[in-house]
């Protein structure tokens, strides 16, 4: 759809203060040209075509703050393990899966709970339940693989490998592996047999594919990042943050964008590893100058604080539960303050991966020591905060840092089972986990995301998690309301990602980019809300997503 067109008759939702409602919406090259009355926008686009929302909701379209496009796009092919659970039912879709592919060199399984076998996964269980090919599964958190022993061995990894800081090979009492693969180096050559290593590149090892992959490999990376923009646009996502990638993936993009197939606006970071030099910042430097239009941009530099609390790679002021473990920081905290102060002179925007209390504070100190440059609006980010200490939840809008929070995350709340709280968090740091009322009270900038394929990507399904998440036991009800929900997932999501001139807020002058919901999302039970569908999906002006009830 590129001709003039209005919105009418819609339930209109527009997160711009100044008008926060109206009844139409009217847009032309990639526009918003009139937001109002039926009248109002009908005289501002005379000729325009009409579409009858039907009493539906409408909203600026989704801001996804935090999630893995290429990854996602990639894996939706793989064999998917999400809510299964016993050694039959693995086995069974494993056999099922092998049937299908017999030629794949290995068969990718994602989304297999810690839990999936009710103890610790071995390679002698996945040998158990496929021991002539190699197979793999990756948990939903993405940090931890388990390979039989046909993966391992074809991998080189049988007899374990010396892996960076924080990565590991886990052995068994044996002396050979025990299966176990935790964060991205560890698991890295187990990917690579599936020919899909160097789309990992990046967010594992922050460099670029060498030799440069085939225009023959391109294009069939181009189309996995294109099935990922389809599954996005399906809900109702018209710009998004994607937290891995590289030169690489910016290329892709560009190239989908001149192919007229890029349906979101996306932008890209550089990651910085604990091994690199600062000066590898020229890179990110490069590609923020490169890559600054409005559906391509860099300009952000990603890093990684701990690991995940399931597998207790996570670095927690305290010991995890019957355990002396409390993990460590990725980065040793002094030469973190010297890297942020570095990227803050730079003028770039900083996105930290934090997860326990220990990582969230040391990454805090980080951003506090970056303010000796003076650069007071670049809006550095902390992705996750899934555990903090009280002490510094006032840090966060003290020093003007954005929580980029992702309501599924906590257990009870949506995908995630609540019994794996008693084993990661202590009980008497319930109160602490999974703050986000807490740190919008505080006055804190929130973004909300999914963290796909971490979890399902469905925003209505996310604003549902935020809306009725469970009380933990001794802590303060952290249910969000609708209004401030769906802030986050649009206004709040653009300001983090410096998008707030282009998108976030239906207002005259912005990008044409909305979301038709199929229902009226004020007036459906909180319950309900992830059932409800996606009508129409509009990203600068040209649909991108388009339901069966809309005309």
Partial sequence: MTEPTILTNAVVLTMDAARPRAEAVGFAAGRIVAVGSHAEVTAALPDARVIDAGGRSLLPGFVESHLHLVLGGAELSQLQLGGLYGFDALHK????YAAAFPQRPILL???ASYEILGAPVTRSDLD???????????????????????????AGLLHGAKMPHGHEVVMAPDGLASGELREFEAFGPI?????????????????????????AMRAADRDKVAAGLAHCAAHGITSMVNMDGNRYTCELLRDLEAEGRLTARVKVPFHFKPHMDLAELDRASAMAAEYC?????????????????????????????DSDITGAPLFDPARFREICTEIDRRGLQIAVHAIGDGAV????????????????DLRHRIEHIELIDPADIARIPALGIVASLQPPHAPGAMDFPMSTMGSVIARDRWQDAYLCRSLVEAGAKVAFASDWPVTDVSVLRGVQAALTRPTYE?????QMGLYETLYAYTAGGAWAAHMEHLTG?????????????????????PQDLGNMGIALTIAGGKITYQGTRVG
């Fill in 93 to 96: 879709a494993f056999a099922d």
């Fill in 109 to 111: 399984a994602q989304g």
């Fill in 128 to 154: 158990r339940v496929l021991p002539d090919r190699p197979i793999a599964m990756m948990s939903p958190d993405h940090h931890t693989v388990w390979a039989n022993t046909a993966a391992l061995t074809a």
């Fill in 191 to 215: 990917l690579a047999l599936g020919g899909e290593a160097h789309l990992q590149l990046g967010i594992a090892t922050g460099a670029e594919p060498s030799p440069w992959p085939s225009e």
């Fill in 293 to 321: 239009g409005e559906w391509v941009s860099s300009g952000f530099v990603k890093m990684f604080m701990d690991g995940v609390v399931d597998s207790r790679t996570a670095f927690m002021l305290h010991p995890y539960p």
């Fill in 361 to 376: 504070r040391t990454t805090i100190d980080g951003y506090e020591a970056a303010q000796s440059t003076g650069n007071r």
């Fill in 474 to 478: 001794g802590a303060a009800n952290q």
């Fill in 505 to 525: 807020r239906l207002m005259v002058g912005l990008a044409a980019d909305l979301v038709l919901l199929d229902g009226n999302i004020e007036t459906t039970a």
